[in-house]
């Protein structure tokens, strides 16, 4: 008996030792690839702190830098630092400013074209905490969302140094566009999102209309319709100390406006499904 049992324990040791090994099992986050696209209009005095913070995360994120022609010379300093840090930071240089949806609409097909297995949105002037990264990260690749938001208002409102007219009117523009769309968010607007690769090749990209902040709304919009599974992760924003604000009236209009827009369009529209 004894005989028998070391046999077959010398067989199954064996047979395991002859299995190939599979490095997808094996390593399978060291093979997934991420990158955080930050779009840029004159943040010389936070691209490279930024840029810095993210690249000694634990996890190797990729950044690629979309500048809208920054007369302030911010696309120079992520051009000096790329010699530093070839592999992992690039830059798309376009000429003025088009608009954040037309940035990150360049962005997510670049990241496709360049096999990134999870992409980001993120901002320039650390109101979106680079740590954030790794949450957003983790209810993506552990959780299995589709999209994972950084969310300022699923647990209350965790917004730092904002005047308290923008705090209000951010909330319940959030509030309204809920309202009209059916989204299940509470950060409609957010503009700190990880996204999994399927879902960005599925999502047509060339039908997302919108320019602005409305660009966030219809990402998400569309994502719901598509089926995708999408998870708010609690953040604390924080108001830029460096630098001026992008936000205008036009934009928020565009968002107010283009909500009722979207909701109308989406009654004619086959979305594609996940």
């Given at each position: 008996m004894r005989k028998t049992e070391y046999l077959c324990t010398k067989f199954r040791f064996i047979f395991w030792q002859s299995q190939?090994?599979?490095?997808?099992i094996m390593s399978q986050n060291e093979s997934e690839r991420c990158l955080v696209i930050i779009p840029t209009y004159n943040e010389k005095?936070?691209?490279?702190?930024?840029?810095?913070?993210?690249?000694?995360?634990?996890e190797p994120f990729h950044i690629l830098v979309i500048d809208d022609g920054s007369p302030d010379g911010t696309a120079a300093i992520v051009k000096s630092l790329q010699n530093e840090f070839p592999e992992q930071l690039h830059l798309i240089e376009r000429e003025g400013k088009m608009g954040l949806g037309t940035a990150y609409i360049a962005g997510f097909r670049w990241s496709l074209e360049h096999n990134y297995d999870y992409t980001f949105e993120m901002d320039a002037d650390f109101s979106h905490n680079p740590d954030d990264l790794l949450r957003l990260l983790a209810a993506c690749r552990e959780e299995g969302a589709d999209?994972?938001?950084?969310?300022?208002?699923?647990?209350?409102?965790?917004?730092?140094?904002?005047?308290?007219d923008r705090v209000l009117m951010s909330y319940f523009a959030s509030k309204y566009v809920r309202v009209i769309t059916g989204m299940d968010i509470h950060d409609t607007t957010a503009g700190f999102v990880c996204y999994k690769r399927r879902l960005l090749e599925k999502m047509e990209l060339d039908k997302i209309?919108?320019?602005?902040?409305?660009?966030?709304?219809?990402?998400?919009?569309?994502?719901?319709?598509?089926?995708?599974?999408?998870?708010?992760?609690?953040?604390?924003?924080?108001?830029?100390?460096?630098?001026t604000s992008k936000m205008s009236g036009g934009i928020f209009s565009e968002a107010v406006f283009g909500v009722i827009k979207l909701k109308i369009g989406s009654w004619t529209r086959i979305y594609p499904k996940l």
């Open positions: 190939p090994t599979n490095p997808q005095e936070n691209i490279e702190n930024i840029i810095r913070y993210v690249f000694k995360l634990s999209m994972s938001i950084g969310s300022r208002y699923v647990s209350g409102v965790n917004v730092v140094n904002w005047p308290m209309r919108f320019r602005g902040y409305a660009f966030q709304i219809e990402m998400k919009f569309t994502a719901m319709k598509m089926g995708a599974k999408i998870i708010e992760v609690p953040i604390i924003f924080t108001n830029r100390v460096l630098g």
